[in-house]
């Protein structure tokens, strides 16, 4: 098993290292430069600029530069905003984001599992088929059109709800219901056959016909097999919910890093890009780094596979 | 508790159906047998005969889209039929132990052999201490013949061999004692070498506990060897019932007699080809009216076709229904 | 259980003949697999609707921008914000009225459709009243408390009814331009991204998928490492950053998504061609003799294509909604060019004032997103109806 989590712990390492490789390069064959603005500045001050941030060195120095930066947490300077640092906008912007984000995940976990496992247990009874209906439409409406939606009924027509702005804790509802209902309507769904699927399994007869009460049938054998395939898709829902973030709060107004990341985008300031792209797939790599070794706690199979 | 004499399972007239899209499945078209206390008996007959469903309708255990249609059953004087759920359940825990035909995928893949079958032997009895159904655990495999029983009790299913998972399900179904124990196919996906050694485990469980064994094969070998009584299922039927050499020595139907020169000869290294019976085995959602074998029997005549024959006793053992045994075809000098 | 023989009936002794048995009929018509297919896809409702849903809006995208007699980027400022039903009021002498809410006054006639504007007499904002003139009547618009307009004696117009826009049906968005051309032909551009990338999914990953597949041992393995570790970045990130890097515009976002898309569907033909390969029947055909590229084509493609069309149709929604994130958040399409995502970003600031220009793409977008994946189930259930519930 340890093998198993070092091998997994040295993928997240190298694919971290090609992700921050690659968006360094990349960033930096951009033609133009950061500097060429629409009013072309005249050649001293564009030389001077790019002295002062070090873009007249060769383009080696600059990644190793670069890199020993990350080493130390430092992202560099940002080239809008002059005089901040895009430390400075990270540390500003984490903790709306990570309190939308951790409210999204308590929703989907809550609501997500339970919603299919119910339907599975009542199958072709109300609660499964109000459960298919509700999500089908959450899984396939895309989350900022769902924004829009919800936006539109709750806070405009209704007026329940505010519009944008977190200055209150009902800010963070609309959004992270947002963020959330994708996924816990396809977490719902695969619970839900996943279950089925168990409960058709010739182990769940042998309990049966042990005598076992019908609660210790159900928890103790067939959850813990239903909810395999529900912890491998809990990663891509994760990197899902992660990029859904850009676009909620843009819409909600969060200001969080996922906000700044898109005016970072339209204003092509690099470093913040670069920075926020190496900060938001270093989050869900970890976050694929634990529920791989949550997926090892609950199917001891691997082991086997794995060799 | 009444008592019906020494008679543990009585089964009168039982009927079950699957009810599918395509419309209804009569599985088991009135089946009746007696099994006493310490027999084994086996039940023959091919794919779809209704042999598997007969024992899952005894326990109540059949999948979603089945139901026990009609008739009754009686384990050890009491009405299975109109059991509770929670009656039911301790029926299924200590009287009743089933071995399934699949031991690659009716054992639970994440969840330690120990677990599964300490869990049987505390599901109504909470003053067993875990320590204490551990230990009963051990002793069970041990009985099943399963080497480095204290190792195993931790490991996983898919680390044993499909043997030694089969005799896990034995040790899981005789863990409190079981008064019979309906082994489904126990011996069909494994090899022939495993096969002896669980059928000698079976009679040895027999022999030490006196439950009450049903043996559900197609192999007329397997029966052989092991049963004392046999009965002949087919088309949700029953064929032929007797003693084991009643029904080899005597055999006193068509379709028993074709699954008897089934068997392949060893002694035939020849060439010449296997034989099996021509023709497939009957449609359950419409069932023929008559007898269900007579597509496929050598002696069919046209009684058989328009008329079920009833059961004509040959001796106080064995009965069987064909109409070659009435008394009126003999008469007329028809011989078997 | 009756023992006895029953003695009332007739039993005829006969011995039956060979023919009378019909030891071994089998019932029911025999049908071939894709003719089952399409029989259960064509009995499942939804999916055909949903086809349908499909054709018509493939139907709009293409003509329907052609029809409008508008293209997408004409602009008429004078008309902006104009929703797609508008209130005509309509003065005693017959004449009809529409206020725009940029505090103008049109001319239009009873149905709908606006002519002209209406120049003011006086339009001071201080007094918070402009004053109008026309055909001998004096008409007040009032913006003290709400838009009021009123006739020469401070009351309301005695008439007022709500019509459809016939300039612009759909309405205008926020620079004038109409609302019913962009959307159509910003159907043309989500679809088209979402199709030419499902085709370029389907060429590079079958391609992929299958030589690794096929071939097996060593190539198989680096093959799919490559593939494992693009797929670890997460693909949104991928394409953002591919984005910038390309600049806007329609051939750079296709472009883009196409180098990420690819990555599932190779993964899933490889996971066909692996099963097939080991199967019996492909076992038959080479111990039979038949050539390689036989197998492959008649015996591992149709078998595995089930699966890589239904894969194919649930990613079209994906990609149009990757598209329409991506112009959201201004890296897609570059304007005037619109597509869904583009008019949805435009809409969300007035989603206030004037809620259908984000409404109207939102609509379009799910509308088309259900239909491909109800399509798309359907076509899985109907392909293999053993994974149905």
């Given at each position: 098993m340890l093998t198993y989590i070092a091998k997994r712990f040295v993928m997240m390492l190298v694919t971290m290292f090609i992700i921050i490789t690659a968006t360094f390069f990349l960033m930096h064959a951009?033609?133009?430069?950061?500097?060429?603005?629409?009013?072309?500045?005249?050649?001293?001050?564009?030389?001077?600029?790019?002295?002062?941030?070090?873009?007249?060195?060769?383009?080696?120095?600059?990644?190793?530069?670069?890199?020993?930066?990350?080493?130390?947490?430092?992202?560099?300077p940002s080239y809008i905003y002059f005089g901040q640092t895009v430390n400075q906008m990270i540390a500003d912007g984490w903790p709306a984001s990570a309190k939308l984000g951790i409210a999204s995940t308590l929703l989907i976990l809550v609501f997500g599992v339970p919603m299919g496992i119910i339907a599975a247990l009542n199958r072709n009874r109300t609660p499964d088929r109000v459960t298919m209906v509700i999500s089908t439409i959450g899984v396939v409406i895309p989350s900022f059109v769902l924004a829009t939606f919800l936006l539109y009924f709750f806070s405009v027509k209704l007026e329940w709800l505010p519009t944008f702005g977190v200055e209150t804790w009902q800010g963070y509802i609309l959004p992270s219901v947002c963020l959330a209902v994708g996924p816990i309507c396809g977490i719902a769904r695969l619970a839900r056959s996943s279950m089925l699927d168990t409960l058709n399994q010739d182990y769940m007869r042998t309990a049966e016909s042990k005598g076992l009460s019908r609660g210790r049938i159900i928890f103790a054998h067939g959850l813990r097999n239903s909810l395999i395939p529900v912890t491998t898709s809990l990663g891509v829902t994760f990197a899902a919910l992660l990029t859904g973030t850009?676009?909620?709060?843009?819409?909600?107004?969060?200001?969080?890093?996922?906000?700044?990341?898109?005016?970072?985008?339209?204003?092509?300031?690099?470093?913040?890009?670069?920075?926020?792209?190496?900060?938001?797939?270093?989050?869900?790599?970890?976050?694929?780094?634990?529920?791989?070794i949550l997926y090892v706690l609950i199917d001891p199979r691997i082991k086997l596979y794995d060799q | 508790m009444a008592l019906s004499g020494n008679k543990l399972l009585e089964v009168d007239n039982l009927r079950t159906s699957f009810f599918t899209f395509s419309g209804e499945v009569q599985a088991v078209r009135s089946v009746s047998f007696n099994l006493e206390r310490g027999e084994i008996v086996g039940v023959v007959g091919e794919s779809g005969s209704g042999k598997s469903v007969t024992f899952l309708s005894v326990t109540r255990l059949l999948p979603a889209a089945g139901k026990i249609t009609g008739g009754k059953v009686r384990f050890d004087g009491e009405d299975v039929l109109a059991m509770s759920h929670t009656e039911l359940r301790r029926l299924r825990n200590s009287q009743v132990g089933m071995v399934f035909q699949e031991p690659m995928t009716s054992l639970n893949p994440v969840m330690r052999v120990g677990t599964q079958i300490v869990e049987r032997i505390r599901a109504f009895n909470k003053s067993?201490?875990?320590?204490?159904?551990?230990?009963?655990?051990?002793?069970?495999?041990?009985?099943?013949?399963?080497?480095?029983?204290?190792?195993?009790?931790?490991?996983?299913?898919?680390?044993?061999?499909?043997?030694?998972?089969?005799?896990?399900?034995?040790?899981?179904?005789?863990?409190?004692?079981?008064?019979?124990?309906?082994?489904?196919?126990?011996?069909?996906?494994?090899?022939?070498?495993?096969?002896?050694?669980?059928?000698?485990?079976?009679?040895g469980l027999r022999d030490e506990t006196n439950a009450s064994i049903i043996l559900i094969t197609h192999d007329l070998g397997v029966v052989a060897e092991t049963c004392e009584r046999v009965i002949?299922?087919?088309?949700?039927?029953?064929?032929?019932?007797?003693?084991?050499?009643?029904?080899?020595?005597?055999?006193?139907?068509?379709?028993?007699?074709?699954?008897?020169?089934?068997?392949?000869?060893?002694?035939?290294?020849?060439?010449?080809?296997?034989?099996?019976?021509?023709?497939?085995?009957?449609?359950?959602?419409?069932?023929?009216?008559?007898?269900?074998?007579?597509?496929?029997?050598?002696r069919a005549m046209r009684v058989c076709v328009e008329h079920c024959p009833p059961y004509f006793r040959l001796s106080p053992t064995h009965r069987s229904m064909c109409w070659l045994l009435d008394p009126d075809f003999r008469s007329r000098g028809g011989a078997l | 259980?009756?023992?006895?023989?029953?003695?009332?009936?007739?039993?005829?002794?006969?011995?039956?003949?060979?023919?009378?048995?019909?030891?071994?009929?089998?019932?029911?018509?025999?049908?071939?697999?894709?003719?089952?297919?399409?029989?259960?896809?064509?009995?499942?409702?939804?999916?055909?609707?949903?086809?349908?849903?499909?054709?018509?809006?493939?139907?709009?995208?293409?003509?329907?921008?052609?029809?409008?007699?508008?293209?997408?980027?004409?602009?008429?400022?004078?008309l902006r914000n104009m929703p797609p039903r508008i209130e005509i009021q309509t003065a005693a002498d017959g004449t009809n009225f529409f206020i725009h809410p940029d505090l103008k006054v049109f001319l239009a006639n009873a149905d709908g459709l606006v002519t002209e504007e209406l120049a003011p007499i006086s339009a001071k904002l201080k007094d918070k009243v402009f004053v109008y003139k026309y055909n001998g009547g004096t008409y007040y618009l009032n913006f003290a408390a709400g838009i009021k307009f009123e006739d020469e004696n401070h009351q309301p117009l005695p008439q007022k009814k709500i019509v459809w826009n016939k300039n612009y049906v759909l309405g205008t968005d926020s620079i004038g331009r109409d609302m019913l051309t962009r959307l159509l032909y910003g159907g043309r551009i989500s679809l088209l991204v979402a199709f030419v990338v499902t085709i370029?999914?389907?060429?590079?990953?079958?391609?992929?998928?299958?030589?690794?597949?096929?071939?097996?041992?060593?190539?198989?393995?680096?093959?799919?490492?490559?593939?494992?570790?693009?797929?670890?970045?997460?693909?949104?990130?991928?394409?953002?950053?591919?984005?910038?890097?390309?600049?806007?515009?329609?051939?750079?976002?296709?472009?883009?998504?196409?180098l990420t898309a690819w990555l599932g569907m190779s993964r899933l033909v490889r996971g066909q061609v692996l099963s097939l390969k080991e199967q019996e029947f492909v076992l038959a055909a080479k111990t039979a003799g038949v050539s390689p590229i036989r197998i492959i084509l008649s015996h591992l493609l149709p078998n595995s294509i089930g699966p890589i069309i239904v894969s194919a149709t649930l990613s079209i929604p994906g990609a149009i909604a990757t598209e329409a994130f991506m112009s959201y958040i201004g890296l897609g399409v570059r304007p005037p060019m619109p597509s869904w995502g583009i008019l949805s970003n435009d809409g969300i600031g007035a989603i206030r004032s004037s809620p259908y220009q984000i409404l109207l793409p939102s609509i379009a977008i799910s509308l088309t997103m259900f239909a491909f994946n109800f399509l798309g189930d359907g076509l899985r259930d109907a392909l293999d109806p053993r994974l149905k519930d």
């Open positions: 951009i033609p133009g430069g950061p500097f060429s603005f629409d009013r072309a500045l005249p050649p001293r001050v564009e030389a001077a600029l790019e002295a002062k941030y070090h873009l007249d060195k060769p383009l080696m120095q600059q990644y190793l530069d670069y890199l020993n930066g990350i080493l130390h947490f430092d992202f560099g850009f676009v909620i709060e843009k819409i909600y107004a969060v200001p969080g890093l996922g906000r700044y990341f898109v005016y970072s985008i339209t204003n092509r300031d690099y470093t913040a890009v670069m920075a926020l792209t190496i900060v938001s797939s270093a989050v869900v790599l970890v976050a694929v780094f634990i529920i791989d | 067993v201490s875990r320590r204490q159904a551990r230990a009963r655990a051990e002793h069970l495999l041990e009985m099943v013949r399963i080497p480095e029983a204290k190792t195993v009790l931790d490991a996983y299913p898919f680390e044993l061999s499909g043997g030694m998972r089969q005799r896990v399900m034995f040790a899981i179904a005789i863990a409190c004692n079981p008064k019979l124990l309906i082994a489904d196919e126990p011996t069909t996906a494994l090899d022939v070498t495993i096969q002896n050694q669980i059928l000698r485990l079976i009679r002949v299922m087919y088309g949700g039927m029953i064929m032929e019932e007797g003693l084991v050499d009643e029904i080899f020595y005597q055999t006193a139907h068509q379709y028993t007699i074709g699954l008897k020169r089934s068997i392949p000869d060893v002694n035939n290294v020849g060439g010449d080809r296997l034989f099996s019976i021509a023709g497939t085995p009957p449609s359950l959602i419409d069932p023929p009216k008559g007898c269900p074998f007579y597509p496929r029997c050598d | 259980m009756s023992e006895t023989h029953g003695g009332d009936i007739i039993k005829d002794w006969t011995p039956l003949a060979p023919d009378e048995k019909d030891a071994e009929t089998t019932s029911g018509v025999t049908t071939t697999y894709w003719q089952d297919v399409r029989r259960r896809l064509w009995r499942n409702k939804l999916a055909v609707t949903s086809l349908l849903v499909i054709i018509l809006i493939l139907l709009a995208s293409v003509f329907g921008p052609g029809l409008t007699g508008k293209t997408y980027d004409a602009q008429q400022l004078a370029c999914t389907l060429l590079i990953g079958v391609l992929y998928g299958g030589v690794a597949g096929y071939y097996g041992g060593n190539i198989d393995i680096v093959l799919m490492r490559v593939v494992e570790v693009l797929m670890s970045i997460p693909s949104t990130i991928y394409i953002i950053l591919l984005m910038v890097y390309f600049g806007q515009g329609i051939y750079n976002i296709l472009i883009a998504m196409a």
